[in-house]
């Protein structure tokens, strides 16, 4: 042996070793150009394969998903909505808005190998949005459902209401999906009542009911949990949004 050539690295030690996927495919690749072998055991390692990468994309999703929320971006609410209610009261609560908080949790998703986006359908005068989240490696989750009726508040025309719905909802299933929940800038110094974002949801799922046996069981529970915290300001915001849209279920009957 020349002293180039002892001086040469024995490179098969070197050589990464096969990963499951990269063994199996060889084992396919040789069943396909074998004339011998049998096409059934071929379906068979074909199955295998396709099994084993999927569930390698779900643990590496899995794996993902834990690095996004150990260091999960920062949502804050940005924007504060006021609009008269039917009955001349007035109805105001902050949230997230979806152009602001889109961009942060898209840049911590991609960080990790993830997108989202959202599946919307309509069907009996609601809408719903799915927001699905989809690893590099391929393997896709619904993550979060909601759904509900046109947003006709503050005088919006048709469209104008099932878009705002759809923005609602895509907000929500979006920060749902990633566990991610926005910080209420209106709650600093509060150390009594309800939290402003259970108020909020509260008055969603009010707003969301199609019928007075919803309402109804839903106005119970916001009251309670409003009248526990000793909460009189979102009592009666509940009590007015439970009187209007029993005013308008009357008038639908009509």
Known sequence: M??????????????????????????????????????????????VKLKFEADEARKAYITAMQQ?????????????????????DKTEYDHAELHVIVPLIAGALRAVGITHSWRCSDANGRTTV?????????????AATLSGPPDTSGGKNSIQAIGSTVTYLERYTLLSATGLAALGMDDDGKTEGMPSQSITDYLTQLRDDSNL?????????????????KD???????IRLYEEKKKEFREHKQ
């Open 2 to 47: 020349t002293p180039t050539q002892a001086a040469i690295p024995d490179m098969e030690r070197f050589e990464k070793p096969e990963n499951g996927s990269t063994s199996l495919m060889k084992i396919v690749e040789r069943a396909v150009f074998d004339p011998n072998f049998d096409a059934a055991k071929l379906a068979v390692l074909l199955d």
């Open 68 to 88: 996004f929320k150990a260091n999960p971006p920062e949502i804050n609410k940005t924007k504060h909505v006021s609009f008269p209610t039917k009955g001349g």
């Open 130 to 142: 799915t927001c699905v989240l989809t690893h590099s490696m391929g393997h896709s989750e619904d």
């Open 213 to 229: 046996i919803d309402l109804r069981v839903h106005f119970n529970e916001a009251y309670q949990k409003a009248k526990d915290a």
């Open 232 to 238: 009189t300001d979102a009592q009666a915001r509940f």
